[in-house]
């Protein structure tokens, strides 16, 4: 499997869990990432407090990889927060890896980002010309010396004077000795909701953290919101001027877990009507709804439904799929996708099928896909994709490919319709796409398939751009 086709979807960004007041804080915060692997495979760490110090485990890898019976045992005490990275900004190594850790003369403080900075750079090229030494290339680190420099007295007062200085899209996590914050930015681009379990308080990037730990959600940290959690309790602060929200609305199509709450709504749900709106406006006569597995069945659920076209699992998973796995030597037909798909030939043989999948990022998977539901006896294939065409980069916290990459940005859907080899394709309108959201979709980012960027980024700084859409 080549690059290209490893790649060829959009990747996950980063996970964020954090826990105060809880005697297994660090072996639920564990769990908590567990849950949230999907939202970053490439790095893991957890940061506690024990005997007014904090303990640092992090490492390359998934979660079971990282962390060990070992390294949780050294992690004690009852407050810690989590991370689980996949690099948008920054590149993948060690370093890199979050919780960052800090040591200023206010004390120690850790912090995990979800999202990216669309200044970083340049506040970064300017404290570096001020004598700030970095030790990371992750756009994390700008906000730790931002807070360093701060002359504010008090961490939180020091984290408002930093977030006032960056832009773009931020849901963090930070850990002192005595007090765990979290903050989500004005514009609110990645979630962050609240939780409890037995008198502890809980925060996660997705309420599915706290299904597995049994926690009970109890509401999101608002756009703009500064939690912070001490001894004191629970206290909330609006320091930041109000903007209009921007919520990513691919946290819906393809990021989150399906049996997650975001933004309000059960992900399941938008799904499945993200798929009931592309079967009213793109209908076609077939005999089956198959899904490529796994985020587009709930959509193609939806479709199946709206249709009254049979849904059947037509594409199997494998989900044991490593990073790395050795390549034959020997020429194998889709050998790419085939590692990760596998048609059933008795279902699809002689079928009219219609294929739903989330998005086509550069094509060429979605092509082998076409061609290998073809290979075992499909009579047509018809493509229905649940979101508009992806003309542009995400510069907020998802890991996209070059725009010219982007198939969408270059081409109509008659000339993907080609490539692909497909009987037809229709991708969900915006309109469809927001009526899937529901009310209140204003609140929504839509940058990736409008080109229209709720928060400005320097266009003209060629090596932010460099930053941001890395060639691969
Ligand atoms: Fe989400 Fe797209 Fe906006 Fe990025 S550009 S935040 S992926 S909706």
Redesign the pocket.
Known sequence: MSDTERDDHFHDHCGVFGIWNHDEAPNLTYLGLYALQHRGQESAGIVSVHDGRLLVERGMGMVADVFTPGTLKRLKGNRAIGHVRYSTAGESHLANAQPLKLDSYRGEMAICHNGNLVNALLIRYALERQGSIFTSTSDTEVILHLMARSGARTWEDSIVDALRQVNG?YSLLFLSPDRLIAVRDPRG?RPLSIGALDGATVIASETCAFDLIGARFVRDVEPGEMVVLSDRGIESHKPFGVEQP?Q????YVYFSRPDSEVFGRSVSLVRERLGQELAREAPVEADLVVPVPDSGVSAALGFSGASGIPFQMGLVRNHYVGRTFIEPRQAIRHFGVKIKLNPVRRLIEGKRVVLVDDSIVRGTTSRKIVSMVRSVGAREVHVRISCPPTI?P?????DTPLRSELIGASHTVEEIRQHLRADSLAYLSLEGLQRAVGEGHQA??????TDKYPVPFPREETAQLRLFEKPR
Not at 248 to 251: A, L, M, P
Not at 394 to 398: E, F
Not at 444 to 449: E, G, L, P, R
């Open positions: 899209a681009f921007a990513c609305v691919f946290e542009g995400c510069y907020y916290g998802i929504f980012c839509n940058a990736c398939y």
